[in-house]
């Protein structure tokens, strides 16, 4: 299973590369920095727009995290949509079995109600959350999500946030099985998801 998910993630991998370099090459001097050891996973409770969210509340539910911020020039608009890629893919029944969790590292810019909207543009299975800065912090923390801010020449922007772009898959038994790295094609996503909604059926 696992390695023909590999092999057909190379081909579209390259497909892909083709598709966004175009939007890459527009935005310089983001990275990506890489996760902070091995993540663990485990459960946080922050703020969305109905009010404190815990992952908990996802249990049963094969849950796809994801760490980032609404400014992103870049990479968030490309794992979200991959993301919603692999979502897109899904029937009825099956995305009943889905949800999605974007926590933004930037609560200083991103409110709860401006994390909705934006969240909301990609898929209506998508929630967005943050919180204070130690709560986003402990919360990265089990996941080995980094980030950090750079001031930017722009000063509309501000600041940039360069941050980990991993896409975590969650289980319905709340335990972290996957950690994809950036740009992991939406098709493999959706193997390891199905993988899951059939272990969850037995
Ligand atoms: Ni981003």
């Known amino acids: 299973m696992r390695m023909l998910l590999q092999v057909t993630g190379l081909v579209i991998l390259l497909a892909s590369w083709a598709h966004l370099s175009a939007g890459e090459n527009a935005v310089a001097g983001s990275s990506i920095p890489p ?4 993540p663990q996973g485990g ?3 922050l703020l969305s727009k109905s009010g404190p969210l815990s992952t908990k509340a996802f249990r ?3 849950l796809m995290l ?3 911020y609404t400014q992103c020039p870049d990479v968030c608009p490309t794992s979200l949509s991959f993301m919603t890629q692999s979502l897109n893919e899904l029937d009825t029944p099956e995305l009943e079995k889905v949800a999605g969790l974007f926590v933004s590292v930037d609560p200083k810019r991103d409110s709860v109600t401006s994390l909705a ?4 543009y990609f898929h209506p299975n998508f929630v967005g959350v943050t919180g204070s800065a130690e709560a986003v912090a402990s919360a990265a923390e089990l996941y080995g999500a980094q980030y950090s801010f750079t001031q930017t020449n722009d000063s509309a922007m501000g600041y940039i946030v360069n941050h980990s772009a991993t896409i975590y898959l969650i289980d319905q038994a709340g335990v972290l099985r996957f950690a994809f790295p950036h740009e992991t094609p939406p098709e493999t996503m959706l193997g390891a998801m199905r993988m899951l909604f059939e272990e969850g059926s037995t």
Not at 35 to 38: A, F, N, R, Y
């Open 60 to 62: 049963g539910k094969v």
């Open 43 to 45: 459960d946080f409770t």
């Open 35 to 38: 996760l902070k050891g091995t």
């Open 117 to 120: 909207d934006y969240v909301g």
């Open 66 to 68: 994801y760490f980032g």
